[in-house]
């Protein structure tokens, strides 16, 4: 097997693999530091090199590839793949447009009125700040392409949405191709929920709830990030209301999907608002997310392995019969560099804890080794502390007692990922 990818999300699908009862021989490319330790990796193929990744899965044999980052899946690593016969898990280059471009996304969203926030579209500043007059402030501006979780401003005055406008206008126009776009849309209110589906044709399986943590700052504070850390299961998705996301939204969007004739075959993971209305679907993202995978995946007491080759092979409806999911509360607190979202440096060392706390695995994300082999930075989500316990609190207590244990000057976390959750009780 192949992973492809380098971040937290990859090691944690990799170790969920590697707890297979198929046993199978897992290689990475590129991987980081953490993976290294554990299987082989290729760190001279980027994920991004498509025409490299497709020669490496012939050259060692690859049975089946799961790829983990949207950019490799919007460049169509899975289109060839399947050119060269080569199985793998995740959308092609049209399902992964849903990910790619949030103005198609809308589109589709509107089309098969699906709930969402109410938008418009611009490729200029001056008509888009014209639009702001007549839509004051909180409003969000979503860049159109793919920009690492970090293309979305939600602003809280007319200033900051128009300095928003300029901002991700010139930021679509350096990461795309085509005429740069931004999205301009309601700013919906109430908590945020993760839904990760995963999809075969028609079929899917909801895997367990998940509740992430953007902001950079405790009590949701500063700007957006890739995600600072997450629990499952989401209390407050209940199970009505998740009968009722079924109904309204992960039903009708992969029946949508598969209606524009696009044949999904992978993550599709949904940003949901539960606001007063009723949730309101805010994005789609066609992979697993990061740092959701790291508390779902350790939840599913199943075969990822089974289940992934299932989906990909379209015998997900079989396989999803039997998923069973541990009743534990599970937590990630991402360990960040100082400065991310912004500047931050790279190359400081890290000295990880000689022991962990029980049901505690440290998920290495922006790690590498430097020329005397130590442990060093090398992003700006560093690690992310993996947690399971019988209750939420536990998890917290067990995850951040690791975090103060990581030696790393430039070290950060927030202290207060669960704290919604836990302060509802």
């Excluded at 793919?146 to 679509?172: I, R, S, W």
Aim: proline share 7%; with cysteine; net charge negative.
């Amino acid at each position: 097997m192949l992973v492809v990818g380098s971040g937290g999300r990859e090691h944690a699908i990799i170790k969920s693999l590697l707890a297979s009862p198929a046993k199978p021989r897992v290689v990475c490319a590129p991987g980081n530091a953490g993976i290294a330790d554990e299987i082989h990796c290729f760190p001279e193929v980027a994920a991004d090199n498509i025409v490299g990744l497709v020669e490496l899965a012939q050259r060692e044999q690859i049975d089946f590839v799961v790829v983990g980052p949207e950019v490799p899946l919007s460049l169509g690593l899975v289109d060839a793949l399947a050119a060269a016969n080569i199985p793998a898990y995740g959308p092609k280059a049209d399902g992964a447009r849903l990910e790619a471009s949030k103005i198609y996304t809308k589109e589709i969203l509107l089309k098969y009125k699906i709930p969402t926030a109410e938008a418009a579209t611009f490729d200029n500043a001056p008509a888009a700040v014209e639009y702001l007059r007549t839509h004051p402030a909180p409003i969000v501006i979503k860049a159109d392409g793919l920009a690492a979780g970090k293309g979305v401003v939600v602003a809280q005055t007319t200033a900051e949405a128009e300095a928003a406008v300029h901002d991700l206008l010139a930021l679509n126009a350096a990461t795309a191709s085509d005429q740069s776009k931004i999205l301009i849309e309601a700013c919906l209110t109430g908590e945020e929920t993760s839904i990760l589906v995963i999809v075969s044709g028609r079929d899917y399986y909801i895997l367990p709830t998940s509740q992430d943590h953007k902001r950079i700052g405790d009590g949701d504070t500063g700007p957006n990030t890739g995600g600072m850390g997450t629990y499952s299961p989401a209390e407050v998705v209940t199970s009505e209301l998740l009968a009722r996301i079924d109904r309204e939204i992960v039903s009708p969007s992969v029946n949508a999907i598969a209606d524009e004739g696009i044949d999904f075959r992978g993550t599709l993971f949904i940003g949901i608002m539960l606001t007063p209305t009723g949730p309101q679907v805010l994005e789609y993202n066609t992979r697993f997310g990061d740092p959701e995978t790291q508390v779902v995946l350790p939840r599913l007491d199943t075969d990822l392995l089974a289940l992934l080759w299932a989906a990909a092979k379209g015998n997900l409806a079989e396989v999803a019969r039997d998923v069973r999911v541990r009743p534990e509360a599970a937590i990630c607190v991402v360990v960040a560099s100082k400065g991310y979202p912004g500047k931050f440096p790279k190359g400081i060392p890290i000295t990880l804890p000689a022991a962990l706390p029980p049901q505690t695995t440290i998920i290495h994300a922006g790690t590498a080794r430097d020329k005397d082999n130590r442990l060093v930075t090398a992003g700006g989500r560093v690690l992310g502390v993996t947690s399971l316990a019988p209750t939420l609190a536990e998890a917290a207590s067990r995850a951040y007692a690791a975090c103060d244990e990581i030696e790393c000057e430039t070290k950060y976390c927030r202290r207060d990922i669960g704290a919604k959750q836990l302060n509802r009780k």
